[in-house]
């Protein structure tokens, strides 16, 4: 299973990522796109990394995600700020949202790449068509095709921290498309390390893919940002944004 025990190691391994930047920039897409934001529901919402800095903005912001470990840190670092902020337990395929006229959905930090199947990323974005209101904008990142199958593809990468260690080695099927990831992580235990794996699978989608699928959804405005120089990525080789209009 994806994101169980990774769940809880999860945020001293991104320790390096600014999500705060990551907020800015999302707001600064709104700005751009001249879009009233006061409600946003974030799809794959992790340990609320995202989610939380933008409550603290007065955002009125829902968290959905399929890992309950993950919303279990994300409840707990809630608590731990004095905040409240809703989480739901949910496979974003199987969205069971009745809120509708949303401003904002948002899925940050390339979680559609782990939507494997054209007819489940497809039936995504239709139900997030019919969530937002009028003029509402769905803002989305994706791994690039590029990052995927050449920067990740049959790569290994590992690190050895004080108290994590983890190996991570990657083989990229290109006919599928897709990229087996398979995790080894010892994490210190006393004197000793435990041992815990979880293999991710992940797939690499082109920018017509996607701008064909959201046209389908009947989205008539789409934008691709590449200007994120906020993260540590090439903005042309690793990270696509992609900003829909009602």
């Given at each position: 299973?994806q994101?169980?025990?990774?769940?809880?190691?999860?945020?001293?391994?991104?320790?390096?990522?600014?999500?705060?930047?990551?907020?800015?920039?999302?707001?600064?897409?709104?700005?751009?796109e001249?879009?009233q934001?006061?409600?946003?529901?974030?799809l794959?919402?992790?340990?609320?990394?995202?989610?939380?800095?933008?409550?603290k903005?007065?955002?009125d912001?829902?968290?959905?995600?399929?890992?309950?470990?993950?919303?279990?840190?994300?409840?707990?670092?809630c608590?731990?700020?004095?905040?409240?902020?809703?989480?739901?337990?949910?496979?974003?395929?199987?969205?069971?949202?009745?809120?509708?006229?949303?401003?904002?959905?948002?899925?940050?930090?390339?979680?559609?790449?782990?939507?494997?199947?054209?007819?489940d990323?497809?039936?995504?974005?239709?139900?997030v068509y019919?969530?937002?209101?009028?003029?509402?904008?769905?803002?989305?990142?994706?791994?690039s095709?590029?990052?995927?199958?050449?920067?990740l593809?049959?790569?290994?990468?590992?690190?050895?921290?004080?108290d994590?260690?983890?190996?991570?080695?990657?083989?990229?099927?290109?006919?599928?498309?897709?990229?087996?990831?398979?995790?080894?992580?010892?994490?210190?235990?006393?004197?000793?390390?435990?041992?815990?794996?979880?293999?991710?699978?992940?797939?690499?989608?082109?920018?017509?893919?996607?701008?064909?699928?959201?046209?389908n959804?009947?989205?008539?405005?789409?934008?691709?940002?590449?200007?994120?120089?906020f993260?540590?990525?090439?903005?042309?080789?690793e990270?696509?944004?992609?900003?829909?209009?009602?």
């Amino acid at each position: 299973m994806q994101y169980k025990d990774f769940a809880f190691i999860y945020d001293n391994l991104m320790d390096n990522v600014d999500y705060d930047k990551w907020v800015d920039y999302v707001e600064e897409i709104i700005k751009k796109e001249d879009v009233q934001v006061k409600n946003i529901l974030e799809l794959a919402c992790g340990t609320g990394n995202l989610t939380i800095p933008f409550a603290k903005k007065n955002y009125d912001i829902l968290g959905i995600d399929i890992s309950e470990d993950m919303l279990s840190v994300a409840r707990e670092k809630c608590i731990d700020e004095g905040i409240e902020v809703v989480f739901l337990n949910q496979d974003m395929t199987e969205l069971d949202f009745e809120v509708y006229n949303l401003d904002c959905v948002l899925c940050a930090c390339d979680g559609f790449n782990y939507i494997l199947e054209d007819e489940d990323i497809q039936s995504i974005f239709d139900n997030v068509y019919g969530l937002l209101k009028k003029k509402g904008v769905f803002i989305f990142d994706i791994s690039s095709y590029n990052k995927l199958s050449n920067i990740l593809g049959n790569n290994t990468f590992g690190e050895n921290r004080e108290d994590i260690t983890y190996i991570w080695e990657n083989y990229f099927d290109d006919e599928s498309n897709m990229v087996e990831m398979d995790l080894a992580f010892f994490t210190r235990n006393g004197e000793y390390y435990q041992k815990f794996e979880e293999t991710h699978y992940q797939r690499a989608y082109k920018n017509d893919e996607i701008i064909n699928m959201l046209q389908n959804t009947g989205f008539d405005y789409i934008k691709v940002y590449r200007d994120f120089t906020f993260l540590d990525a090439d903005e042309e080789t690793e990270r696509v944004f992609f900003v829909c209009k009602k």
